[in-house]
């Protein structure tokens, strides 16, 4: 059973920086995508940035250039590095999995997480004006 589970989150000023981690269980070769999504107030389920089986990644338009989403050798890790960060950056952020995963990562990216199939629980971060 694949089990994620993040931590790094918390509350900073605009323009500051945080780095979230995500552990993964049961997945090395396991052909699997990885992805962070996010989920604000009142808004719906979106991708922030998500890398497929074949190790490409693709980032929401509005995190372009500022978060930067990399993967321990193993893929036992996932983190997402999150610089110049924006009062609109505010959400609970979840990372997902989906195994035998054969979509490409702007796919899944668009799709808001409806093609991952594990979650982990979320953690918050918060961004002060």
């Known amino acids: 059973q694949v089990q994620l589970m993040e931590s790094g989150g918390g509350s900073v000023q605009a323009g500051g920086s945080l780095a979230l981690s995500c552990a993964v269980s049961?997945?090395?070769?396991?052909?699997?995508?990885m992805g962070w999504f996010r989920q604000a107030p009142g808004k719906e389920r979106e991708g922030v940035a998500v890398?497929?089986?074949?190790?490409?990644?693709s980032y929401a338009d509005s995190v372009e250039g500022r978060f930067t989403l990399s993967t321990d050798n193993t893929k036992n890790t996932l983190f997402l590095q999150m610089n110049s960060l924006k009062p609109e950056d505010t959400a609970m952020y979840y990372c997902?999995?989906?195994?035998?995963?054969?979509?490409?990562?702007?796919?899944?990216?668009?799709?808001?997480?409806?093609?991952?199939?594990?979650w982990g629980k979320g953690t918050l971060v918060t961004i002060s004006s």
């Open positions: 049961d997945i090395t070769n396991r052909r699997a995508c």
């Open positions: 997902a999995a989906r195994l035998l995963c054969g979509y490409g990562s702007s796919r899944l990216l668009s799709q808001g997480g409806r093609l991952m199939d594990y």
């Open positions: 890398t497929d089986s074949d190790g490409r990644t």
